[in-house]
T-cell receptor
């Protein structure tokens, strides 16, 4: 399957700080999705991106579809304790999505 | 709105036992999927159903079978469970293939 490299693997930040994470691949994707997963729950869709260069926000979250179509970025501004969780990217090629291994975010109050 | 509902939430099996994981969605989606999630790996597609009446293999189909019972329901069956099938299983649905995926809350399966 396609390889999606997600970094960093984990982050420990102070409440109020901004967060950046990214997803890269050697393959071109047509759609990027960003999900958040809480322990014991399924992934919840945060943001969907459909074309190269697209920048989309959802509250304090902003994601970008890289212009090469091989990467995507997620930023969280002014982090709060409930941002804790694992963030996954997913890229679509054809009709199939491939998932990154996740970034684990810990927010220290 | 329930969205995507999976049962059971937890299951422990002995090697060789069989079981069926159930999934239902109430969003009138055409496509449904089964993924497994293992530590250090991204979600991997086991099987999918692009529309009612069709099923296709994904990336890791060996040891599994599926049934698209109707538009709402898509089940995953392990005929003879193996320890390598210990994982968290997620069902997902989308309005159509290649569209945004919506996930259930998962089934944690342990095979001893």
């Amino acid at each position: 399957g396609q390889q999606l490299n997600q970094s960093p693997q984990s982050m420990f930040i102070q409440e109020g700080e901004d967060v950046s994470m990214n997803c890269t691949s050697s393959s071109i994707f047509n759609t990027w999705l960003w999900y958040k997963q809480d322990p014991g729950e399924g992934p919840v869709l945060l943001i969907a991106l459909y074309k190269a260069g697209e920048l989309t926000s959802n509250g304090r979250l902003t994601a970008q579809f890289g212009i090469t179509r091989k990467d995507s970025f997620l930023n969280i501004s002014a982090s709060i304790p409930s941002d804790v969780g694992i963030y996954f990217c997913a890229g679509r090629t054809g009709n199939q999505f491939y998932f990154g291994t996740g970034t684990s975010l810990t927010v220290i109050p | 709105n329930a969205g995507v509902t999976q049962t059971p939430k937890f299951q422990v099996l002995k090697t060789g036992q069989s079981m069926t994981l159930q999934c239902a969605q109430d969003m009138n989606h055409n496509s449904m999927y089964w993924y497994r999630q293992d530590p250090g790996m991204g979600l991997r597609l086991i099987y999918y159903s692009a529309s009612e009446g069709t099923t296709d293999k994904g990336e890791v189909p060996n040891g599994y079978n599926v049934s698209r019972l109707n538009k709402r329901e898509f089940s995953l069956r392990l005929e003879s469970a193996a320890p390598s099938q210990t994982s968290v299983y997620f069902c997902a649905s989308s309005i159509g293939q290649g569209e945004k995926l919506f996930f259930g809350s998962g089934t944690q399966l342990s095979v001893l």
